[in-house]
């Protein structure tokens, strides 16, 4: 069974940091690209960055110069840096499979105070 498990969320105050990871179960994703989306309340789920199989990225504008998305492939594992944090970065975030995303997580969710 394939799985996607994402951790690290939390509750922050703005400027803060947090770190969010994705373990992968039941699949190798050493070929697949993987992505980190948000959903903030009342809003459509957003892309915010993307990383291929290659180590290519590519970020939302609105997070540009302050997430890192990286990967471990040895390890199956998805990561994403998120520094200098905002309220409007407030959301639960989701790691997705592949492009068109096929998998999702259970999300985490980001809170970021004023």
């Known amino acids: 069974q394939v799985q996607l498990v994402e951790s690290g969320g939390g509750e922050v105050r703005a400027g803060g940091s947090l770190r969010l990871s994705c373990a992968v179960s039941?699949?190798?994703?050493?070929?697949?690209?993987m992505n980190w989306y948000r959903q903030a309340p009342g809003m459509q789920r957003e892309l915010v960055a993307t990383i291929t199989s290659g180590g290519t990225t590519k970020y939302v504008d609105s997070v540009k110069g302050r997430f890192t998305i990286s990967r471990d492939d040895a390890k199956s594992t998805v990561h994403l840096q998120m520094n200098n944090l905002k309220p409007e970065d407030t959301a639960v975030y989701y790691c997705?499979?592949?492009?068109?995303?096929?998998?999702w997580g259970q999300g985490t969710q980001v809170t970021v105070s004023s």
């Open positions: 039941g699949t190798v994703i050493s070929i697949r690209p």
């Open positions: 997705g499979r592949g492009t068109p995303t096929d998998l």
